[in-house]
């Protein structure tokens, strides 16, 4: 299985660690996007087994980006990366059924374990989110 990835974050050394780290043990099939507005107009072109998708940027940020998702019933696995873990924005985001959220001061096992489980079907979410899902 080769699974097709989109990854959108507006951080430059965010994108490109996260990129060599899922290219190293993941795919090769990676494509990327500085903002919302970008990924968006690339999921409504392409179809991706999965969106990895920060919350703060510019133009359109996440929460905007899988409210577009669903609002257009694009189909594709979501996972949040954000330094975000207030309980708001956590059940704002679960309304779209997002499949899971992994927090920026994890470590990289984490983030491969949530990618791996969410291709698999599973969702994944950091223990620090875990009280905020209902």
């Given amino acids: ?19 060599r780290l899922i290219t190293e043990s993941i795919t090769d099939d990676l494509s990327v996007a500085t903002n919302g507005k970008e990924a968006l107009n690339k999921l409504e072109q392409e179809q991706f087994d999965l969106l990895i998708t920060d919350l703060n940027m ?16 694009i189909e594709v696995k979501t996972l949040v990366l954000t330094m975000r873990d207030d309980a708001e924005t956590i059940e704002a985001l679960m309304q779209f059924k997002i499949d899971g959220y992994v927090l920026k001061e994890g470590d990289t096992e984490e983030f491969k374990n949530a990618v791996e489980m969410i291709l698999k079907n599973e969702q994944y979410f950091s223990d620090e989110v875990k009280p905020f899902l209902k």
Avoid at 3 to 11: C, G
Avoid at 59 to 71: A, F, I, K, Q, T
Wanted: glycine share 2%; proline share 6%.
């Fill in 58 to 73: 510019p133009v359109m940020d996440g929460l905007e980006l899988v409210r577009n998702l669903s609002n257009q019933n």
């Fill in 1 to 19: 299985m080769n699974p097709k990835i989109l990854l959108a974050d507006d951080h430059k050394i965010i994108r490109d660690v996260l990129a």
